[in-house]
């Protein structure tokens, strides 16, 4: 398949389509209407190609831990497997066996209240423990950064436990690292990423993106 | 000749416990709520008692919406947010006429909510279904931005039916809201009041003052109030105030416990007095661990015997 086909036509596409989109965000609708138009059947489109890569996904993510499994027989990586692989097919079953309730149907409540919500809570459970030794482990004041950090960590943390909220100021200083410093950090990466989209892009446009042009 | 193992500082020791101290710890601290019901004393802040006072401050004759995109994996956080909101919106007297559209935003809120709705936070007498509040019931379209201004446009757009499959012509609770403001032959944005969403995407606030503020012409400025976690709470900082989207917030079960203390409602799937209490405890040995961690680096960079 040429260059053309596999590399040049995608990128126009897509180049046109953003374009057009940003234009809907930019030109006011009362000026010129179409762009409008267009970004809300862009906005139908993306739903399907949305539900389309989920789908895609699942088949890959299933392919691929099969794959893992036949590499690696090991009997941990089995449990990890078969584990993964029973909840799909107990799922699905559940969900087939429930039809057309589905959702609302006693089997999957069943599975969701018995099953899936303890098990993602006890996962966010694991992950906070290790989040607690990290916090112990890391957060020395060794550094202007770990400085910062810390103040403001610790900020945020006594502002939602209870007993310190009547440290006079606390809660407010909490509010205030939230607002600012924390929100100004978040803002300001999301900035830099979406900047960088821009100049990668009209580099892609004028041919200048190695990333696009060659694979090193 | 065997070699010598020299011995760690008292410093060295404190800098280098066992993980497995610490996580015991935690799960000792998480878990004495749990069986000793302690209720640490918990300050309500302005930004929760905000948030009841909007709910109560909708004017008479006014439509509160509220998208419950209940999510499971975090009930135990949240879940108390919501069943305490549900109470305090049944806790409003009928005779003040206001209107409550419920949406399923989520497949977990589409039994959550009923369940909770059917035992711990039934509606009262004076809340008769079609009459003063309607379900319109899980709309996947609103999980899109194209889905949103549809909906907002004509409620119609996305939703014929209620929940239970009833057209919504035949609902007096909907044809009240339509006959609201501006086009009433038709309900649409225009005609909510106020708007009570919760998520724990951590990017929603952008979205929902997008779609539900700034979006329309003229501009739809539904007031919010947002129930999250507390993660998620520097995302919605810039659009906090009096004049701007989000009037509140209510974050975890923090938020909670605040939310039971100022009203009295107390939840009980799930508890959240007693699980702020495990997170007020475990936020204690977060910061009591992480002052010995500190103090042990300093004893080592200040007393320790430096080596030859």
Known sequence: MSTLIRRDLPTVVIVVI???????????????????????????????????????????????????????????????????????????????????????????????????????QSQYA?????????????????????????????????????IFTYIPGIMEFGLWVAGAPVTGGTRAATLTVTIAALVVSARALIGRESTIIEVR | MAQKVEEKSIWEK???????????????????????????????SSITQDYYDTIMAVPDGGVIMSRQSVSLDVWIDTGSIFTNTLKILWSIPASRGITLIMVQGSTDALFKARDIEAKEAKPPADWVYGQNWVDLGYLPPLTTDAGIVSFLANFK???????????????????????????????????IDLLIWFSWGCTDPDWYVRQYWTSGQPAYKIPQLFQTIGNCVPNCMPYLGK??????YVAGATGAAELEKLTGFKSIDPPGTMVAD??????????????????????????SKKKE
Not at chain 1, 26 to 44: A, C, E, H, Q
Not at chain 1, 139 to 145: F, N, T
Not at chain 2, 161 to 176: F, L, M, N, R, W
Not at chain 2, 178 to 186: G, K, N, S
């Open chain 1, 18 to 120: 953003g374009f057009l989109t940003v234009c809907n965000l930019l030109v006011p609708r009362t000026t010129i209407d179409i762009f409008y138009k267009f970004s809300s059947i862009m906005g139908n489109m993306i739903t399907i190609i949305s539900a389309t890569a989920v789908g895609i996904g699942i088949f890959y993510g299933v392919t691929a831990e099969y794959n893992m499994w036949r590499r690696n027989r090991t009997l941990a990586q089995t449990i990890v497997s078969g584990s993964f692989f029973v909840m799909l097919i107990l799922v699905f079953s559940t969900v087939l066996y429930s039809w057309p309730n589905g959702y609302i149907s006693t089997e999957y409540k069943w599975y969701q209240y018995k099953i899936y919500q303890w098990q993602a």
């Open chain 1, 126 to 162: 694991v992950m906070f423990l290790y989040q607690c030794g990290a916090v112990y482990r890391v957060l020395r004041l060794r550094s202007m950064e770990t400085i910062v950090l810390s103040i403001c960590g610790l900020a945020f943390i006594l502002r939602s436990i209870g």
């Open chain 2, 14 to 44: 404190l800098g280098t416990l066992d993980y497995r101290y610490i996580y015991a710890t935690f799960i000792i601290l998480c878990f004495i709520p749990l069986v000793l019901p302690i209720s640490l004393p918990a300050k309500v």
């Open chain 2, 157 to 191: 757009n996305t939703a014929t039916k209620d929940a239970y499959g009833t057209s919504v012509d035949t609902i007096p609770a909907y044809q009240k809201v339509a006959q609201r403001r501006a086009d009433t032959t038709i309900a649409n944005g225009y005609d």
């Open chain 2, 243 to 248: 004049e701007k989207p989000i009037k509140a």
């Open chain 2, 278 to 303: 495990s997170l007020n405890l475990a936020g204690i040995g977060t910061v009591t661990f992480f002052i010995i961690g500190n103090i042990a680096f300093f004893g080592q960079r200040f007393f």
